[in-house]
């Protein structure tokens, strides 16, 4: 999979290779790498600040969803969790009757890993706003 950050690095590498090969004095061809790096490194504070922006919606979803007075909109991301770990122990112990089909397997990485990471990002974006203030 592709990160942000070599996707970035990816656009403007053309850019830095052509600015490589530039007939032009040392200074002038390092000052435009310079403005390059600048402008690449604006372009990555933007997309952090947007991901920042996406994961604290995220969180403030589930926080939402957390604090809800309907018990089902408030336990329903953690029973799922349990369930798909009830499932992958139960059909890496062999327990159940059919083992668990390939899709199955992908739609739990997909539930376990988007939970993990959702949940990973809400302490990210604490930590983002403490270090902030």
């Known amino acids: 999979m592709l990160s942000i950050t ?14 490589d090969e530039l007939h032009t004095s040392e200074e002038e061809r390092l000052k ?10 604006a372009a990555m504070q ?9 994961l604290q919606a995220k969180a403030g979803i589930v ?6 007075e309907h018990w089902v909109t408030a336990t329903w ?5 349990l369930t798909f770990l009830a499932l992958a122990v139960g059909d890496s112990l ?3 009757p059919n083992p668990l089909r390939d899709e199955a397997w992908t739609l739990l990485q ?3 890993g988007g939970y993990v990471v959702a949940r990973s ?6 930590q983002v706003r403490q270090n902030k203030t």
């Open 121 to 126: 990002g809400e302490k990210i974006v604490t």
């Open 6 to 19: 070599d996707l970035i690095s990816g656009i403007f590498k053309p850019a830095a290779e052509l600015i």
């Open 110 to 112: 997909i539930g376990l």
């Open 77 to 81: 991301r953690p029973i799922t969790m």
């Open 32 to 41: 435009a790498q310079g403005h390059l790096l600048d402008v690449q490194a």
């Open 94 to 96: 062999g327990w159940l």
């Open 63 to 68: 926080q939402a969803e957390a604090k809800s």
């Open 46 to 54: 933007r997309v952090f600040d947007y991901e920042t922006e996406a």
